[in-house]
């Protein structure tokens, strides 16, 4: 990873505390075995990332794969 990258990751974990604990929240409920990943809700693609549409929830996800979850979030941007 370089360290341009790894600086943007930084920043946007600054900038964005709810989502890291999120996804840490999230992280740890799969390795306890309180939440099982799923196959992408969009093409059935394994593996899949969890995206959460709200961070109060962080066991709520919807699983995409990583084409779908860059989809998603361009289409947000928009």
């Known amino acids: 990873m370089t360290k341009a990258r790894m600086t943007r990751q930084r920043k946007w974990a600054q900038a964005n ?11 740890s409920a799969i390795n306890r075995g309180l939440v099982e990943r799923q ?25 995409l794969c990583r084409k779908h979850h860059r989809a998603f979030h361009r289409k947000a941007h928009d």
């Open 17 to 27: 505390p709810k989502a890291v604990w999120a996804q840490a929240a999230l992280r």
């Open 39 to 63: 196959p992408c809700e969009q093409c059935g693609a394994v593996p899949a990332d969890g995206h959460h549409d709200d961070y109060d929830k962080p066991a709520v996800v919807r699983w």
